[in-house]
C-alpha cells in the first residue's frame, strides 16, 4: 500500500479549478457524470463517498439532479458524528434533504455510517465489512468529495491524531475531536488515498493558508490535507477565489 502511494506521490498533480461555488458546482457536476458513466462502460456500480458541511450544502442540490442511473450508485460517507440520522449536524441527513430524496435514491443504496451506536469501534468495524461486502477487498471508492477544516483536517482525520497513522483499519472512529461534536466514525487515510479520483473543494478566506500548503508546500506538511492529496491516486481542487487567494501564479 505504500509503494503505490509513493509512487503516486511522485506523479500525481492536482487539477486546480478556481471559480464561484456556482459554477463549481456545475463543473463537478459534469465530472460526476464523466465518472459515472465511466464505471457504468465498464460494467459495474459507481462507488461515491460524501461529506457534509459546506461542501454538500453547496454542491449536493446540483448533484442530485445529474443524469445517471441511481441505481446503479452506491453512497457511502467520508465521516459521520456521533448522532442521530435525524440530528440537524448528521452528515447522512443533508446527504438526505439535498441530494437523495429529490433524486430518488432506493435506499438500499445509501450506506450510512451508525454514528448514533453506542459503541463507535464496533460500528467501524462494521462499516468497514460494509465497504469490502460492496466494494471488494480492498474497497475503492470511485470518487470522494471532501471538503477541508481551516486546520487542515479531512473527513474526521485531525492534525496530529494517531489515526492519520492507520494503515490497517478501512474505517476508525474518534472519541476526542477537537470540534463538537467529539464523537465520530471516518474514512481513514488508506481508504481514501485507494478512491480512483478526489475531490477537494475549499471556500472562503479561513481555507486559504492550508490550501497553499497542501498545494504548494505539500512535500513538508503534516496537514492531513496534504497527506492524502500526496498519497492519492488523482485530485481535483475545487476553489472559490478566496480559497485561492494566497496560491502562488508563479
Not at 463543473?27 to 459507481?46: I, K, Y
Not at 441511481?70 to 440530528?87: H, N, Q
Not at 492519520?164 to 472519541?175: A, D
Request: with cysteine.
Amino acid at each position: 500500500m505504500n509503494g503505490n502511494a509513493e509512487s503516486y506521490a511522485e506523479t500525481m498533480v492536482p487539477e486546480i479549478i478556481v471559480d464561484s461555488s456556482e459554477n463549481l458546482a456545475e463543473r463537478l457536476a459534469a465530472r460526476v457524470e464523466a465518472e459515472g458513466r465511466s464505471a457504468s462502460g465498464r460494467r459495474r456500480r459507481f462507488a461515491l463517498a460524501l461529506p457534509g458541511g459546506s461542501v454538500g450544502e453547496a454542491f449536493f442540490p446540483r448533484l442530485s439532479r445529474v443524469a445517471l442511473d441511481w441505481a446503479a450508485v452506491e453512497f457511502f460517507w467520508t465521516d459521520e458524528r456521533a448522532v442521530s440520522p435525524s440530528d440537524p449536524a448528521s452528515n447522512y441527513r443533508l446527504a438526505r434533504s439535498l441530494w437523495l430524496d429529490p433524486a430518488n435514491v432506493p435506499p438500499e443504496r445509501a450506506h450510512r455510517m451508525l454514528g448514533d451506536a453506542p459503541d463507535l469501534g464496533l460500528a467501524a468495524s462494521a462499516y468497514a465489512d460494509l465497504l469490502t461486502t460492496v466494494l471488494g477487498h480492498p474497497p475503492k471508492l470511485d470518487l470522494v468529495l471532501m471538503g477541508v477544516g481551516p486546520d487542515g483536517h479531512i473527513c474526521s482525520l485531525f492534525p496530529g491524531d494517531p489515526l492519520l497513522l492507520e494503515e490497517g483499519r478501512w474505517v476508525g472512529y474518534v472519541e476526542a475531536a477537537p470540534k463538537p461534536p467529539p464523537r465520530r466514525l471516518t474514512l481513514t487515510l488508506p481508504t481514501l488515498a485507494s478512491a480512483e479520483l478526489i475531490v477537494l473543494a475549499a471556500f472562503g478566506s479561513a481555507k486559504a493558508r492550508v490550501v497553499r500548503e497542501a498545494l504548494q508546500e505539500r512535500e513538508g506538511s503534516s496537514l492531513p490535507v496534504s497527506m492524502l492529496l500526496r498519497r492519492a491516486r488523482r485530485a481535483l481542487v475545487l476553489l472559490d477565489p478566496a480559497a485561492a487567494g494566497l496560491l502562488s501564479t508563479a
